[in-house]
């Protein structure tokens, strides 16, 4: 998504919502927790076309203490 390329329906109609203001608000409804004193703000990219939506750690630190804190998957 990030390329502009859906990869579920190969559209190119691609809206980011990298730069949207707002979206670590009071109600964090564009973040996961990280930890307990920790909330990680999401990027998401949505097709236009179909609808199909990616998020995004926004901050590479954030990214960095998941791989520390959260069980990887095999």
Known sequence: ?????CPLC????????ADVS???GMHYSNTIPVSAFC???L???VCGQCGY??????????????????????
């Open 1 to 5: 998504m990030k390329s502009g390329t």
């Open 43 to 45: 990027d998401n990219y």
């Open 10 to 17: 190969g559209a190119k109609e691609i809206y980011s919502g």
């Open 22 to 24: 707002g979206k670590s």
């Open 39 to 41: 909330a990680a703000v």
């Open 53 to 74: 939506v990616q998020s995004f750690i926004a901050k590479e630190k954030h990214l960095a203490t998941i791989k520390k804190k959260w069980p990887l998957v095999f």
